[in-house]
């Protein structure tokens, strides 16, 4: 309180009348050149709302007397960008992905290209190391569903899995066995531990060889003899012990075989580029499972 200020005796400088376990707080000015430097911010800060895009205004804003727009910059920048990589993407766009692969310099523009794009695209569902996760697939091994050659990888990528929007989908279902009473509870038992078999998991023998009858009845058409599948047809491989939807348990196989799960991918062609897709196709293929 004001009535409770008075001089310090030692410093010799008013106190502000506040006290704190007997402390006095002394009234000392702020030193000179902090005020100095405390004015040249606020001088500084008017001076750049008035030359750069600063105060709103309804559903505009002020834009400053320099008239600056970041976007104008980025717009520049990325002119910039294509321009000078102009020539590379023009080889890259007139290639064939033999030809991108065989080159140096187009595959690894490619694979720079291709992973900025995958970051940007699919990393959602694959994951930023392109491993996957369950029911997406693993890109970066040897094990694919629709083949891993550049071909099949770049067919893929246009036209997407089950995506309807495109007549060019790739386009595989298993049948509800279950569900739509085409085998009977007991098949469906030993079919799942024919496949269990298959893998190298513990089955029961007896159903196993039940089961493999029924197999060869309904599945070996798209998983083939011995279920090393087909990727024609976009039938997984059942002996490798590699599981898109599941664990391979035999929960999960029953649940597979009663009603099947199927994934859905977009088609990219109707979104990115020939040549980005080409680049995207590159970078997929050397991730280190390419056939």
């Known amino acids: 309180m004001a009535e409770d200020k008075k001089i310090d005796p030692i410093a010799g400088v008013e106190t502000t009348g506040h006290s704190w376990d007997g402390i006095q707080e002394l009234d000392n000015p702020m030193p000179r050149w902090w005020l100095w430097v405390f004015y040249a911010t606020i001088a500084f800060s008017v001076v750049y709302m008035v030359m750069y895009p600063s105060v709103p205004l309804g559903k505009t804003y002020f834009k400053g007397t320099e008239n600056y727009e970041q976007r104008v910059d980025v717009a520049n920048d990325i002119a910039a960008a294509k321009a000078a990589n102009s020539e590379i993407l023009g080889k890259i766009a007139a290639a064939d992905l033999e030809t991108i692969l065989a080159d140096k310099d187009l595959r690894d523009f490619s694979r720079a290209g291709g992973k900025a794009v995958f ?77 269990l078999s298959l893998s190298g998991q513990e089955h029961d023998a007896t159903a196993a060889t039940n089961g493999a009858v029924v197999f060869e009845e309904q599945c070996v058409a798209c998983h083939g003899e011995g279920g090393v599948g087909d990727q024609g047809v976009g039938a997984p491989a059942l002996a490798d012990a590699i599981w898109l939807h599941g664990d391979g348990s035999k929960e999960f196989l029953t649940k597979q075989l009663t009603n099947a799960r199927h994934g859905q991918m977009p088609a990219w062609d109707d979104r990115l580029d020939e040549t980005t897709i080409k680049m995207l196709t590159i970078y997929v293929h050397t991730l280190g499972g390419g056939q």
């Open 119 to 195: 970051l940007d695209n699919c990393a959602g569902c694959h994951g930023s190391g392109a491993t996957g996760g369950p029911g997406y697939p693993n890109l970066a091994d040897d094990d694919w569903i629709w083949g891993g050659d550049l071909a099949a990888i770049n067919e893929t990528i246009n036209h997407g899995i089950r995506w309807d929007l495109d007549d060019d989908t790739r386009l595989s279902e298993m049948p509800n066995f279950g569900a739509d009473e085409i085998l009977e509870s007991s098949d469906i038992n030993n079919v799942s531990e024919y496949v």
